[in-house]
């Protein structure tokens, strides 16, 4: 059984960090294109981060020189890095995985806020 676990959201103020943690099981991040993916209340979900097999990295406009897609082989485990934050990168971030499957993690908050 496939499992992707968010962990890292919280409350922070406008220009500050936060990294976000994708634990997962039952299929290994190197072996998955993984993404993170993020949804505003109101808004529609949208591609923030992926990092594919071959490692190629790409990230949305929005978020590019500002967040750091990341995976750690022997922890099974995809980062995302965050910083200087602003409050419309307010949302629930929620891992996904995908290659022939689709998996998708339960989400974390962030907030920006001061």
């Known amino acids: 059984q496939v499992q992707l676990v968010e962990s890292g959201g919280g409350l922070v103020q406008p220009g500050g960090s936060l990294r976000l943690s994708c634990a997962a099981s039952?299929?290994?991040?190197?072996?998955?294109?993984m993404r993170w993916y993020r949804q505003a209340t109101g808004k529609e979900r949208e591609l923030v981060a992926s990092?594919?097999?071959?490692?190629?990295?790409n990230y949305a406009d929005p978020v590019k020189g500002r967040f750091t897609i990341s995976r750690d082989n022997a922890k099974n485990t995809v980062y995302l890095q965050m910083n200087s934050l602003k409050p419309e990168d307010t949302a629930v971030y929620y891992c996904?995985?995908?290659?022939?499957?689709?998996?998708w993690g339960q989400g974390t908050q962030v907030t920006v806020s001061s």
């Open positions: 039952g299929l290994t991040v190197d072996s998955y294109h």
């Open positions: 990092i594919r097999t071959t490692g190629d990295i």
């Open positions: 996904n995985a995908v290659l022939y499957n689709m998996y």
